[in-house]
């Protein structure tokens, strides 16, 4: 059951960065500069309430993973699990959240540039981090 668990909460998480980087991010150019700090504010606000629950979830699970692994789980697939999410949380906090408060300021493209490349770098670790926990459920 964790391991449906673990697959359900970084299939929930990939589908939303997939939502996030293929429809919300790349229409962050179409909102007049003029609106776009408070847009951006509430983006935020907003999106917190989602990726919170997920981010939750990935943490509970992966680190049950790795604490209590189920029968005939192989440890390194229970800690590449455990990486993937720290590595996605790793690369939020660092990337993603230092350039989304420069775009509370106002508008910058390069700025915008830069977040859609930390976005697509989340892509690629949530939907690995599909692909373990896929392995691990067998």
């Keep these: 059951m964790l391991l449906v668990a673990h697959l359900i909460a970084v299939s929930a998480y990939a589908g939303f960065q997939w939502t996030v980087r293929v429809l919300v991010y790349p229409q962050f150019d179409r909102v007049p500069a003029a609106d776009f700090p408070g847009y951006e504010r509430a983006h935020q606000r907003r999106v917190s309430r989602v990726v ?16 209590d692994r189920p029968d005939g789980t192989p440890l390194g697939l229970a800690l590449a699990a455990a990486a993937l999410v720290a590595l996605v949380l790793l690369v939020t906090a660092v990337g993603a959240v230092p350039l989304h408060r420069r775009l509370d300021a106002g508008w910058d493209a390069a700025v915008h540039r830069r977040l859609l490349r930390v976005d697509s770098a989340r892509v690629g670790l949530a939907t690995t981090a599909v692909g373990v926990a896929a392995l691990l459920v067998g």
């Design 52 to 67: 919170g629950p997920l981010f939750a979830a990935q943490v509970v699970t992966s680190g049950w993973l790795v604490v």
